[in-house]
């Protein structure tokens, strides 16, 4: 699978780019926030990237920032949203904001939203409220670890919640520090399991 481009940026439109990468040029799906902050035509490009594999097409979805590509993948995990809506979800509103609109119950903000009607709205709030960080939570990282960072993204992956991975993490490092990831993911899920 394509994770990551790099390359040269040939041609751009709102919603699709293209960018060449050792004599070949991707054609890439991208949101209107990638788009407003990409450089000219001819400039160096990087993005991160969502290979989309069906049985008739494979397509790429690009974005500048590793946060919007983990939003548009929780995005497709809601019933009835696929790549294409998903895109033009994050094409519909900020991020940082429709985080905040799932997080606070705003049916009405997120059904402004071209291609959101009400009951698709009501699924990403049901489906999507505990999967997305809250605001608070935005400078943690910074006082996380590079080695705890991985260990707390493995547990949210498996199910456990944000804030409850975050104080099993600071109980572990605060009794001991462990200096690779088994010893710390171990410790921190035997204190989430109980």
């Known amino acids: 699978m394509i994770a990551h481009l790099r390359g040269t940026l040939l041609a751009k439109r709102p919603n699709q780019i293209v960018i060449e990468t050792g004599g070949v040029g991707y054609e890439v799906s991208i949101s209107v926030s990638t788009f407003s902050e990409l450089p000219a035509n001819s400039s160096d490009v990087s993005l991160h990237i969502y290979t989309h594999v069906r049985e008739d097409v494979i397509a790429l979805y ?20 696929g790549a294409k809506l998903a895109i033009t979800i994050l094409s519909g509103m900020p991020a940082d904001e429709m985080v905040a609109a799932i997080r606070s119950n705003d049916i009405s903000r997120l059904t402004k939203i071209p291609g959101i009607g009400r009951k698709t709205a009501e699924r990403m709030v049901l489906e999507l409220r505990d999967k997305l960080p809250v605001k608070e939570h935005a400078a943690t990282p910074s006082s996380l670890s590079a080695l705890e960072e991985d260990v707390l993204s493995a547990l949210v992956n498996l199910g456990y919640q944000r804030p409850a ?4 993490l600071a109980s572990v490092s605060a009794s001991m520090r462990p200096a690779t990831f088994d010893p710390l993911f171990r410790q921190a899920l035997a204190l989430l399991s109980k």
């Open 62 to 81: 690009g974005f500048l920032h590793p946060g919007e590509k983990e939003l548009f993948e929780k995005l497709m995990t809601v019933s009835g949203i």
């Open 165 to 168: 991975v975050e104080k099993a």
